[in-house]
């Protein structure tokens, strides 16, 4: 039995819990598969329970498997952290910063100011990918990401919030829509037209179905394409409608021939905030990233800090 166990078990956990493979884990954490068997036997010995139920088709934790892999995510990150503070001292080692944002982040924010934090920092890569706000969260509450940007923030959260910026969701239509000449109108009203929006894998076409699914309607896109230009050209042409952040809508409205309509649901006004677990205890370039993120935003943008 063994009597203790090191980083290189964490993180094949966390690679078995990721691919729900004990294969595709072995083969991630450069382990055979024998080896890799017999490290998760080691564990499952010391602790006296087991961490993962096997079936044909893979593996799925167990409750304490999950809170071994809650644990084994906050640990590893915070070896990354380390390595991160070491990092101002030794240029041979690299710092990751994971992030966590919005669609309205990843497509209008992230861009300009990833353009210039990367160049101001050499040695450090940034891993960006989108969610819905609620994973978002549970994702820095677990370590599993360093920085999220979400909307609004839940009132039990322990993470700690950084207001960012302004994101309003907007109905647009091609110019002749019976919407076209509206100034507002509710979600509810437009269930009845076809919609066009994002594919599956961005966190507004989520974000929408479950608007949808509150209000106790069907909803599914007649058309999804990838991206929002692409978006705005299939409402020109009268293909659908779609809701789309406001800047995007704007942009677009210059050079296409489609009218943006304010939606009057609640939801559709949103704060966008900065999350962490913990702002100083985070590697000194992950700050530099949320500096920039903070003084990036226009003055026209700030929210009064609450």
């Known amino acids: 039995m063994a009597n ?60 304490s498997g999950e809170a071994f892999l809650r644990h084994a995510r906050l640990v590893l990150r915070q070896i990354d ?89 907007v109905l647009v239509t091609a110019a002749h829509h019976a919407f076209a000449d509206r100034a507002e109108v509710e979600f509810a009203e437009t269930m009845r037209y076809e919609y066009v929006g994002l594919s599956e894998w961005s966190a507004i076409h989520a974000f929408l179905i479950q608007a949808a699914d509150k209000l106790g309607h069907p909803f599914r896109f007649r058309v999804e394409v990838g991206s929002f230009e692409a978006v705005c050209r299939m409402i020109e042409a009268g293909v659908g409608i779609g809701v789309v952040p406001e800047l995007v809508a704007r942009r677009y409205a210059q050079r296409l021939k489609i009218k943006i309509v304010r939606l009057s649901d609640e939801w559709a006004d949103r704060k966008l905030q900065i999350c962490v677990r913990k702002l100083d205890q985070l590697p000194g370039f992950a700050r530099d990233l949320v500096n920039m993120l903070i003084e990036d935003v226009p003055p026209a943008d700030l929210q009064e800090r609450g």
Not at 46 to 53: A, D, E, V
Not at 108 to 126: G, N, Q
Request: glycine content about 6%.
């Open 4 to 63: 203790h166990f090191d980083l290189t078990d964490l993180q094949l956990i966390v690679n078995i819990g990721d691919a729900s493979s004990l294969t595709r884990g072995a083969e991630k954490s450069h382990l055979s598969l024998p080896a890799a068997s017999n490290r998760v036997k080691n564990l499952e010995d010391h602790f006296g329970t087991r961490l993962f139920n096997r079936n044909s088709q893979g593996v799925t934790l167990t409750p």
């Open 81 to 169: 952290h380390l390595r991160g503070d070491i990092h101002e001292y030794s240029r041979g080692i690299k710092g990751q910063v994971r992030v966590l944002a919005n669609t309205t982040a990843m497509t209008e924010f992230m861009p300009a100011v990833l353009s210039r934090y990367l160049a101001s920092h050499p040695d450090v890569t940034v891993e960006l990918r989108e969610r819905l706000s609620y994973l978002v969260i549970k994702a820095v509450s677990e370590g599993s990401a360093d920085i999220g940007i979400v909307a609004g923030r839940p009132a039990s959260s322990e993470l700690e919030y950084l207001p960012y910026r302004k994101d309003r969701l």
